[in-house]
């Protein structure tokens, strides 16, 4: 098994910035991929971003290109977001997951999931 823990959610003014950390605990080496996605009220969860274990490979959500960065720390075991230039429409639980492929995470097919951190993007 694989715990996944977020943090760094909140309130934030559009234009601000956030910083969403996972810390993962447990059986974590056949988790060759880690992820963020996104769920708004009323809406599906959507992929926002993901990165190889390895750091060779990221991919990302259209609309937050440019926006946000995900990065990884091998020695603490996590994965980041970095949110710059936030808006209103970027609202939402964002939730972090592990799991064996860049295309999994692409369609969400992931293995693992944290409880999520709720942010809040205010105009």
């Given amino acids: 098994q694989v715990q996944l823990v977020e943090s760094g959610g909140g309130l934030v003014q559009a234009g601000g910035s956030l910083r969403l950390s996972c810390a993962a605990s447990g ?10 996605y996104r769920q708004a009220p009323g809406k599906e969860r959507e ?3 993901a990165i190889t274990w390895s750091g060779d490979s990221t991919r990302y959500l259209d609309s ?3 926006r ?25 639980v964002y939730y972090c997951a592990a799991g064996r492929d860049m295309g999994a995470a692409t369609w969400g097919l992931m ?12 105009s």
């Fill in 64 to 66: 937050v290109k440019g």
């Fill in 47 to 49: 992929f926002v971003a």
């Fill in 27 to 36: 059986r974590t080496f056949s988790s060759n991929v880690r992820g963020w």
């Fill in 68 to 92: 946000f960065t995900i990065s990884r720390d091998g020695a603490k075991n996590a994965v980041y977001l970095q949110m710059n230039s936030l808006q209103p429409e970027d609202t939402a």
């Fill in 111 to 122: 293995d693992y999931w944290g409880q999520g951190t709720q942010v809040t993007v205010s």
